[in-house]
């Protein structure tokens, strides 16, 4: 069944005159089943959004509602029932979990009292949704936390985007902070690197360390996205840290679509390259994605490995995205609680100067 499209996070809503402040984690989303009906306006929602694709409005349009809106609601629902769970979709049941243990964590940790909720960017619950409902709580100061480490427009300057119209329809708007990016941050860096020696650990280390990121247009780049920069400076401290030198640990981009060029190499053609030069084992992480989605179960663990195993390698191994771990959890609440230092910790009030 899908889950509630009500979830404000694990503090529910009850209003706790103690909390001024709030952290709004955002991330995707996902249709509400796993149907052609349900995933139809979810991909109009994501796919309409300039941020994402920028081809003039007219055109695109046309493309979107007369051929793609008419064929890939079927394919993606086919690709959401391979991994779909009783409890509903995996980038949902994970998102909200990781909120619930970051509540916790920041309800015990002795700093100032914090509220947890959670929106997607596309679907439900929104970010206008969201907002209203922690302002009717009585939150005066909000942290706004993207789940992308790496920035790009397409991702976390849409959520501002989708931020700044919900602040906009407000009489009177939190203080507002966004943490723009946390690619390089050392905390989640360090949580990168125990969670794959964790996994070593557990079931011994494969012949390359594969790190696959989400793709944008190579324009995008161009025109001065920095998201490539800092995936690459993501792979960089991860190399550092896992002591590992350019060749047992390399870098590629997945889930392109269209015609134009995007940022490469593209992870199926490295895959196969990698199977067809003689690697069999397949180590396969995901530094993009802090929450496992459609992208990491369906694109990487299934159809990527079988492209591994066509070209001759014999497993490719994914490593979850980080989730709930304890390793994420505490990364992020000392991120959160950098990002709201300086914050007054009294009530908030009309008079008070926002910082």
């Known amino acids: 069944m899908p889950r509630s499209h009500d979830y404000t996070g694990p503090a529910g809503d009850s209003h706790d005159p103690a909390v001024q402040a709030a952290v709004l984690l955002v991330n995707l989303g996902t249709p509400d089943a796993p149907t052609a009906s349900a995933v139809r306006p979810y991909l109009a929602e994501f796919l309409g959004d300039h941020r994402v694709i920028d081809y003039p409005r007219w055109l695109w349009w046309l493309i979107l509602h007369g051929v793609i809106l008419r064929v890939r609601p079927a394919r993606s629902a086919h690709a959401y029932q391979r991994i779909w769970t009783a409890q509903g979709s995996p980038l949902r049941v994970g998102s909200e979990a990781l909120a619930t243990r970051l509540q916790e964590e920041l309800s015990h940790d002795g700093g100032a009292p914090v509220r947890v909720a959670l929106a997607m960017r596309y679907g439900q619950p929104s ?207 000392q991120l959160v609680r950098r990002h709201m230092a300086g914050w007054p910790s009294g009530a908030a009030t009309g008079n008070e100067a926002s910082t």
């Not at 400076?233 to 047992?248: C, G, I, K, P, V």
């Not at 015609?259 to 593209?266: G, N, S």
């Not at 802090?290 to 191994?317: P, W, Y």
Request: glycine share 6%; hydrophobic share 40%.
């Open 127 to 333: 970010v206008q949704h969201q907002i209203k409902q922690l302002q009717r709580e009585g939150v005066r100061r909000l942290l706004v936390l993207p789940l992308y480490p790496q920035y790009s427009a397409t991702s976390t300057g849409s959520v501002i985007d989708a931020v700044a119209d919900a602040m906009k329809s407000l009489r009177w708007p939190p203080e507002l902070r966004i943490v723009n990016d946390y690619h390089d941050d050392a905390g989640h860096i360090e949580a990168l690197a125990r969670s794959i020696e964790q996994w070593w650990a557990a079931h011994g280390r494969g012949d390359r360390l594969l790190l696959s990121f989400h793709g944008i247009p190579e324009r995008y780049v161009r025109a001065g996205d920095p998201y490539l920069d800092q995936c690459q400076a993501t792979a960089h401290a991860l190399r550092q840290r896992l002591q590992l030198d350019d060749s047992q640990l390399v870098v590629s981009f997945q889930s392109r679509v269209g015609r134009e060029q995007w940022l490469q190499p593209y992870t199926d053609a490295t895959v196969r390259e990698l199977a067809t030069s003689g690697v069999k084992t397949l180590d396969v992480a995901c530094p993009g994605f802090a929450v496992d989605c459609l992208e990491t179960l369906e694109e990487i663990a299934m159809q990527n490995h079988d492209f591994f195993k066509e070209a001759g390698g014999s497993e490719l191994r994914y490593i979850p995205a980080l989730n709930d771990s304890p390793g994420q959890v505490e990364s992020l609440v």
